[in-house]
């Protein structure tokens, strides 16, 4: 069992930004796939950011440019930072780990971005 821990969000003014956090309880290199996902109200869960072991990343268009996906494999920590926010960047942020067939979450952190 893998244990995943979001932090770092937060309420946010538009153009603001956050980083959030996510720590792993094992070595994220072992990983075939890391991925930020996000559930805004009344959407379905979507992939935001996601890096795969050989180092490809790849961003939804609405994010592009203004969203960075990293990680510290020394740390186990993924990180999402989060620049130029807009209100439909709101939601609930999970972390996602995956091997194989396995697939890991975190259990979510909120991310508002209100005037």
């Known amino acids: 069992q893998v244990q995943l821990v979001e932090s770092g969000g ?4 538009p153009g ?5 956090s996510c720590a792993a309880s094992r070595s994220i290199d072992s990983f075939y796939n890391l991925g930020w996902y996000r559930q805004g109200p009344g959407k379905q869960r979507e992939l935001v950011a996601g890096l795969t072991s050989a180092g490809n990343i790849n961003y939804a268009d609405s994010v592009k440019g203004r969203f960075t996906i990293s990680r510290d ?3 186990n920590t993924l990180y999402l930072q989060m620049n130029t ?14 091997y194989g067939i396995m697939s890991f979450w975190g259990q979510g952190t909120q991310v508002t971005v209100s005037s």
């Open 10 to 13: 937060g309420l946010v003014q």
């Open 16 to 20: 603001g930004s956050l980083r959030l």
């Open 73 to 75: 494999n020394a740390e």
């Open 85 to 98: 926010l807009k209100p439909e960047d709101t939601g609930v942020y999970y972390c996602n780990a995956k």
